[in-house]
């Protein structure tokens, strides 16, 4: 099956800096890559996706890239905000979701 | 409010007990999943259905099990508690396999 890794665990940055988070996986049938983001104590929540046939997708403030040669996307944030400050989450679909391990972003003002 | 229904929110039971986790997906979507997230833990998948039909199962203990009723409803049967299956156990819906997965609020359950 598909084995997401998901870097760093943890992550803080300055106000105004930015993130990026980045991940990896195996399965070469996968499609699609959604990014999720869970505040404390709430649900996680969709904040962008890429699909296998486009390389970069931007909203705003956030960025997903694919390299679907070397298995790995990575989500990037400018211009933080401390409400940026929770734990991200990638995944990757072949047949099913496959999440990362997550990642605890704390944006310090 | 992402249109996915969980109840109950908080569940207290003692080890050794049975409980059900209901979950009613969004309006259309035919896709449910159970995912088991512990404390400072990611999303363990743990059973999906499709129409029904169980579509693909994960890490999900013999002492758990799931079904997906003809009105698309879900439940999450989980027995004879330990103290390890304390944790937040959520359901996402989504509109096919593939589609934007949609989570519900969680249920906390904790196992004394």
């Known amino acids: 099956g598909e084995n997401v890794e998901q870097h760093p665990s943890t992550l803080s940055v300055q106000e105004g800096d930015s993130a990026v988070i980045k991940c990896t996986y195996s399965d070469s049938a996968s499609n699609y890559f959604p990014w999720y983001k869970q505040e404390l104590g709430k649900r996680p929540q969709l904040i962008i996706d890429?699909?296998?046939?486009?390389g970069e997708k931007k909203d705003q403030r956030i960025a997903v890239t694919l390299n679907k040669t070397a298995k790995h996307f990575s989500l990037h944030i400018t211009e933080t905000q401390p409400e940026d400050s929770a734990v991200y989450f990638c995944?990757?679909?072949?047949?099913?979701?496959?999440f990362g391990t997550g990642t605890s972003l704390t944006v310090i003002p | 409010d992402s249109g996915v229904t969980q109840t109950p929110k908080h569940l207290i039971t003692a080890t050794g007990q049975r409980v059900t986790l209901r979950c009613s997906p969004r309006?259309?979507?035919?896709?449910v999943y159970w995912y088991q997230q512990s404390l400072d833990q990611g999303l363990q998948f743990l059973i999906q259905?499709?129409?029904?039909?169980?579509?693909a199962k994960g890490n999900i203990l013999e002492r758990f099990s799931a079904q997906q009723f003809p009105d698309l409803h879900s439940e999450l049967n989980l027995s004879s508690l330990e103290l390890g299956d304390s944790a937040l156990y959520f359901c996402?819906?989504?509109?096919?396999?593939?589609?934007?997965?949609?989570f519900g609020e969680g249920s906390r359950l904790t196992v004394l």
């Open positions: 890429i699909r296998s046939n486009v």
């Open positions: 996402a819906s989504s509109v096919s396999p593939r589609a934007e997965l949609f």
């Open positions: 259905y499709y129409n029904g039909e169980e579509r």
């Open positions: 309006s259309g979507d035919l896709s």
């Open positions: 995944a990757a679909y072949g047949n099913q979701f496959y």
